[in-house]
């Protein structure tokens, strides 16, 4: 994804959602000062990713469901398990699956996501003006962080594309070489599910971001 490719999508969310695009910015620029000391670089992504088929996992309400399917046709071993955010906590409950990569901005069950991280996942956080706080509380307890964007990367934080942590997930496996992309736990329906975010204080909104 190009910046030039991803700027009118970027303008068209911000307007639709008004969010303010100099604290996306701000956000970027904490980001990328937070994680000077346990950054990795996108080689470190493309490494584990590039020419490997990839299960992104999103916390839609079949999650549970397909984590069972996937599990008793033994793909969870076969992929490379990607977790937006809340599927974290669906993947180590139901199956004990420690993800390789997760991708979140932060406001999913944070132990579950620092459980994972200490066990090997690569933690690629997102930040943007609405997460400026879980940012400054939680960032410094993770390690092996790819920082990312929506707006103008910084060092150490990259802009692949993307919004959701999910279609993140599936930008940056794009980006780092995937042989092939599947998904699981994306309904793309009107029901989110109960491991979409520990809070949801508007459905409407909520879905208006998945569309």
Do not use: C
Request: proline content about 4%.
């Amino acid at each position: 994804m190009e910046s030039r490719d991803w700027q009118p999508w970027y303008n068209k969310i911000a307007s639709t959602f008004k969010f303010d695009k100099h604290e996306d910015q701000r956000a970027t620029d904490i980001l990328s000062d937070l994680i000077q000391n346990n950054h990795i670089e996108p080689d470190d992504i493309r490494a584990i990713i590039y020419d490997k088929p990839v299960l992104v996992f999103g916390a839609g309400p079949s999650l549970e469901e397909d984590i069972n399917s996937t599990r008793k046709a033994g793909l969870l071993d076969r992929f490379i398990i990607i977790a937006a955010n809340g599927a974290t906590s669906a993947l180590l409950e139901m199956a004990n699956k420690v993800p390789q990569i997760i991708v979140t901005d932060l406001d999913g069950k944070f132990e579950d996501l620092l459980s994972a991280n200490k066990r090997g996942s690569l933690m690629v956080v997102h930040g943007h003006g609405d997460n400026i706080p879980k940012l400054l509380d939680h960032v410094q307890k993770l390690r092996k962080i790819l920082g990312t964007t929506q707006v103008e990367p910084r060092p150490r934080v990259y802009n692949f594309g993307g919004f959701t942590d999910g279609d993140r997930a599936v930008f940056l496996s794009v980006a780092m070489g995937a042989k092939m992309i599947s998904l699981a736990g994306m309904d793309l329906g009107k029901t989110i599910g109960k491991y979409s975010k520990r809070y949801v204080s508007s459905p409407e909104r909520k879905l208006l971001k998945l569309k």
